[in-house]
């Protein structure tokens, strides 16, 4: 094997896989069968700050470059095709082209993408959104999870008059200073504090000490970047109550969870938030996010008593409306549970196959989210694991073989797969680990 070393950049907030993988059998298979998208990576670099807009995006030695996309399955640009289980991470719940959504966009475009005045498809998306979410009244929408993080900020400031925030340290709710604090595992006292994971008292000792500070408390039902890892509900309940007691807002990010129950997590577990962030699969694949919450306090908005602004020229535009309309309509409890039961038969299947080599095995997995690793046990989060070695080569072994993964072991249903679909990609997945065993 030879010792040339191939670097990888810092990739996504929190995946913490490992940064460099020696030259291998494995990387050079790929190297060798994805020379188109080389191509276009070293077009990218010319132009491209880092060669991408998402970090996410890029992984050495090269990124894929997709071509097409349909139902289940991604195509390069050298022609190969994929099983897609990261469907943008998480934001593709019905997978890729789905026709209803085609069908409705098509029909929106051809009457207009957007304009400075209502549209009857803004308001079909939030009824509906309220009709689900026992916790939202009224809704806002934004362009993305980051904007609707923003939006509850500003709501919480401008409700409660504090500026400081706590969050759990690992968490992600998008890429703002006061909430990248978390990811990355760095502290910037001036705006944020971090408590730990399913660890309440934690998060009841700053809200004693600090509370008079803090506008809101952000959490996560299940962490998503940082591994799949599920709050126990009587941590989300403590954590709500001390916030309340220190007049500061609770928070959930269910812009990854709303996919895993009609009402989102928070129903699930029998919870309700004082504002729910939204975001992903409520856009039908465009760009969107949003944030909702009682009359009371979505009443900052109303024009005759405006006590925080927002605006955006694209906010609730009609084509990301009418496609979201269609993907929350069409997530129905029974498709939320068949991705479910393929998720844990999936979550089995790779199990065997990394047994049959031998490899170190083990899965976080919450309804259709699951996160892999190559280690006995789930760590705290994708940081903090001990598996980057084995995590990194069989990121690239699993695309040899036709299976698209985040590189953090993150995987996600959609409502288009099947039983068939699964046991394929486990075969895929026997021989990738077969691949990687072979190399450590």
Request: hydrophobic fraction near 40%.
């Amino acid at each position: 094997m030879s010792v040339q070393q191939l670097t990888y950049p810092r990739p996504e907030k929190g995946s913490g896989f490992d940064l460099t993988i020696p030259r291998s059998p494995i990387v050079d298979a790929y190297r060798q069968s994805t020379q188109g998208s080389e191509v276009l990576h070293l077009r990218a670099e010319q132009a491209l700050a880092g060669g991408n807009s998402r970090q996410v995006s890029y992984w050495s030695p090269h990124p894929i470059a997709i071509a097409s996309a349909d139902g289940a399955h991604l195509t390069d640009v050298d022609g190969r095709r994929y099983i897609d289980f990261t469907n943008n991470y998480t934001s593709l719940v019905h997978g890729h082209a789905y026709p209803p959504i085609l069908e409705t966009v098509d029909r929106q475009i051809k009457n207009g993408t957007v304009w400075s005045a209502q549209n009857e498809h803004q308001i079909d998306l939030a009824e509906l959104l309220v009709e689900r979410i026992p916790a939202i009244d009224k809704v806002r929408f934004t362009n993305s999870g980051t904007e609707a993080s923003n939006l509850a900020l500003s709501i919480a400031r401008a409700v409660t008059k504090r500026h400081k925030i706590l969050m759990s340290r690992f968490g992600y709710h998008g890429s703002l200073t006061e909430t990248e604090t978390g990811s990355f595992n760095h502290d910037y006292p001036a705006t944020t504090y971090l408590g730990e994971y399913n660890n309440a008292e934690s998060f009841e000792n700053i809200l004693e000490h600090h509370g008079e500070e803090i506008a809101a408390v952000f959490l996560e039902p299940v962490l998503g970047s940082a591994g799949i890892i599920a709050a126990d509900r009587e941590f989300l309940l403590r954590v709500k109550e001390a916030a309340h007691k220190a007049g500061a807002l609770f928070i959930l990010d269910e812009v990854v969870t709303f996919r895993l129950h009609e009402g989102g997590r928070q129903k699930a577990l029998g919870i309700e938030a004082d504002l729910t962030m939204l975001g992903k699969l409520i856009g039908g694949g465009f760009p969107v996010g949003a944030v909702g919450g009682p009359d009371d306090l979505m009443d900052v908005f109303q024009s005759s008593d405006l006590r925080t602004y927002h605006s955006g020229t694209f906010n609730g535009n009609p084509v990301t409306t009418a496609a979201g309309v269609v993907a929350v309509r069409d997530l129905t409890q029974k498709s939320i549970d068949e991705m479910e039961k393929l998720a844990e038969r999936l979550k089995n299947g790779l199990a065997a196959a990394a047994q049959k080599v031998n490899l170190p095995f083990c899965v976080s997995h919450v309804g259709s989210l699951m996160n892999v690793f190559f280690s006995n046990e789930i760590p705290q989060a994708a940081l903090m694991r001990e598996d980057q070695a084995a995590m990194s080569r069989f990121h690239i072994a699993a695309l040899n073989q036709g299976l698209f993964i985040a590189g953090r072991g993150l995987m996600a249903m959609s409502t288009i797969m099947d039983e068939a679909l699964i046991d394929e990609a486990i075969d895929r997945a026997a021989v990738a680990m077969s691949d990687v065993a072979a190399e450590l």
